[in-house]
């Protein structure tokens, strides 16, 4: 924006409307490329497993690799998991994640499920792109992120809108944080046997399909180096 103010494009986003108003369809609509993307390097990820535990039953000179490394799992998307779960996953997949909840609710009521902290401050911080880490007893690693990128979106109904702004979270900003998303017609639509006249689907796989294709610069430490991109006059 000016000088070192710079920010992250991080959403988080909920869809709003009363029960039947078709807020998933076009939620998951959007959402089905990577669920796709997900899908096929899990498939990957499971078949590296296997073969990493095949070659570790190897004696050493028969093996491929002497000292095979574990794989990870490339993913984008996350659907419920601890502070200390997520930021192993986005450790493993840096260019960003998104925690996607069909029902908004189940993630802000879920907050200090697993421990006596304040998740709140914990999701403002990951809104600010501010660095995380994370140390748990009993594990040799640790996990620092120094630009995390985690988005959320999810939908809502209209009368429990009130429960997210309870306790907190009018105050600490978290609610200013949030983009709400209210189509100003709600009623049910006539059905109709009307398609689109190009395959709309295949169009949006491949818009997806060229964004997380693109390349990006990394560090002498392995970090990706966040692009910035400048607003025109």
Request: proline content about 7%; some cysteine; glycine content about 6%.
């Given at each position: 924006?000016?000088?070192?103010?710079?920010?992250?494009?991080?959403?988080?986003?909920?869809?709003?409307?009363?029960?039947?108003?078709?807020?998933?369809?076009?939620?998951?609509?959007?959402?089905?490329?990577?669920?796709?993307?997900?899908?096929?390097?899990?498939?990957?990820?499971?078949?590296?497993?296997?073969?990493?535990?095949?070659?570790?039953?190897?004696?050493?000179?028969?093996?491929?690799?002497?000292?095979?490394?574990?794989?990870?799992?490339?993913?984008?998307?996350?659907?419920?998991?601890?502070?200390?779960?997520?930021?192993?996953?986005?450790?493993?997949?840096?260019?960003?994640?998104?925690?996607?909840?069909?029902?908004?609710?189940?993630?802000?009521?879920?907050?200090?499920?697993?421990?006596?902290?304040?998740?709140?401050?914990?999701?403002?911080?990951?809104?600010?792109?501010?660095?995380?880490?994370?140390?748990?007893?009993?594990?040799?690693?640790?996990?620092?992120?120094?630009?995390?990128?985690?988005?959320?979106v999810g939908t809502i109904q209209n009368g429990i809108l009130n429960e997210l702004a309870q306790g907190s979270r009018t105050s600490n900003?978290?609610?200013?944080?949030?983009?709400?998303?209210?189509?100003?017609?709600?009623?049910?639509?006539?059905?109709?046997?009307?398609?689109?006249?190009?395959?709309?689907?295949?169009?949006?796989?491949?818009?997806?399909?060229?964004?997380?294709?693109?390349?990006?610069?990394?560090?002498?430490?392995?970090?990706?180096?966040?692009?910035?991109?400048?607003?025109?006059?």
């Amino acid at each position: 924006l000016k000088g070192k103010w710079d920010e992250s494009a991080i959403l988080f986003m909920a869809l709003v409307g009363r029960p039947g108003a078709c807020k998933s369809h076009p939620l998951n609509f959007a959402i089905r490329p990577f669920t796709e993307l997900d899908g096929k390097a899990t498939r990957a990820y499971v078949k590296a497993c296997e073969e990493y535990e095949r070659q570790r039953e190897l004696p050493m000179k028969e093996r491929t690799d002497p000292h095979p490394v574990a794989p990870v799992c490339k993913r984008f998307l996350i659907s419920d998991a601890t502070p200390e779960a997520m930021l192993l996953i986005h450790s493993q997949n840096l260019r960003g994640i998104l925690m996607w909840n069909d029902e908004l609710a189940g993630w802000f009521k879920n907050f200090n499920r697993y421990n006596k902290g304040s998740d709140e401050e914990y999701w403002l911080k990951l809104f600010n792109a501010n660095p995380s880490f994370s140390d748990r007893k009993g594990v040799k690693n640790s996990v620092y992120i120094s630009r995390p990128f985690i988005s959320v979106v999810g939908t809502i109904q209209n009368g429990i809108l009130n429960e997210l702004a309870q306790g907190s979270r009018t105050s600490n900003g978290f609610i200013d944080r949030l983009l709400f998303v209210m189509p100003g017609n709600q009623d049910k639509q006539p059905w109709s046997d009307r398609e689109p006249s190009f395959d709309i689907e295949a169009a949006w796989a491949d818009i997806i399909g060229r964004l997380v294709a693109m390349p990006y610069e990394t560090d002498d430490d392995g970090n990706i180096v966040a692009g910035i991109l400048p607003f025109t006059p």
